[in-house]
T-cell receptor, first 116, second 115 residues
Framework: GAGVSQTPSNKVTEKGKYVELRCDPI?????LYWYRQSLGQGPEFLIY????????DSGLPNDRFFAVRPEGSVSTLKIQRTERGDSAVYLC??????????????FGNGTRLTVT | AQSVTQLGSHVSVSEGALVLLRCNYS??????LFWYVQYPNQGLQLLLK??????LVKGINGFEAEFKKSETSFHLTKPSAHMSDAAEYFC?????????????FGAGTRLTVKP
């Protein structure tokens, strides 16, 4: 079946601009996660949704970052006033949880964001 | 809080040789441990996981890992490397029994397999 879909696959934007990154999880998955992966680093947790609500947003680096999931399916990560340091691959994952580690994470291919 | 250290950002082996990718963790609670693999231009895929029970865990593609509490390690091994194993490997740790929002990843180890 279809996996986690992320669009666009690549996004180039100028410093100071606003961007939206979209994640379409596996159908029926209630849990959704956003991670950021910088060059040479592992995925860094940003935010976790259970259904429509953000259950944990402790990983968002500052108030320029915001994410929504209004209908409990598709999620959008929004970055305002982008900075060059925001350049990274943004990963989305979903799982059928919560029910502990019987619900593995399924990752999308990511969106590579470049801020010039 | 949980954290993971992967020793060696790059590992190179010959085809048919043993693969050993090292992972050490830190956790204030009993850990759940994972290895993910990322092939070029693909998303991360779960290779194997340790939750409870047997400390030697077998995963896909002939990989296995052993949880050693005394050494706080969860090293990944494969007896004989194949060219198709070339990828980036990430170790991850979680302390939550309920969800995965506290999962933390290591920096990754890039495995190269030489013919």
């Amino acid at each position: 079946g279809a996996g986690v879909s992320q669009t666009p696959s690549n996004k180039v934007t100028e410093k100071g601009k606003y961007v939206e990154l979209r994640c379409d999880p596996i159908s029926g998955h209630t849990a959704l996660y956003w991670y950021r992966q910088s060059l040479g680093q592992g995925p860094e947790f940003l935010i976790y949704f259970q259904g429509t609500g953000a259950a944990d947003d402790s990983g968002l680096p500052n108030d320029r970052f915001f994410a929504v999931r209004p209908e409990g399916s598709v999620s959008t990560l929004k970055i305002q006033r982008t900075e060059r340091g925001d350049s990274a691959v943004y990963l989305c994952a979903s799982s059928s949880g919560p029910n502990g580690h019987n619900s593995p994470l399924h990752f999308g291919n990511g969106t590579r964001l470049t801020v010039t | 809080a949980q954290s993971v250290t992967q020793l060696g950002s790059h590992v190179s082996v010959s085809e048919g040789a043993l693969v050993l990718l090292r992972c050490n963790y830190s956790s204030s609670v009993p850990p759940y441990l994972f290895w993910y693999v990322q092939y070029p231009n693909q998303g991360l895929q779960l290779l194997l996981k340790y939750t409870t029970g047997a400390t030697l865990v077998k995963g896909i593609n002939g990989f296995e890992a052993e949880f050693k509490k005394s050494e706080t390690s969860f090293h990944l091994t494969k007896p004989s490397a194949h060219m198709s194993d070339a990828a980036e490997y990430f170790c991850a740790v979680s302390g939550s029994t309920y969800n995965n929002n506290d999962m933390r990843f290591g920096a990754g180890t890039r495995l190269t397999v030489k013919p």
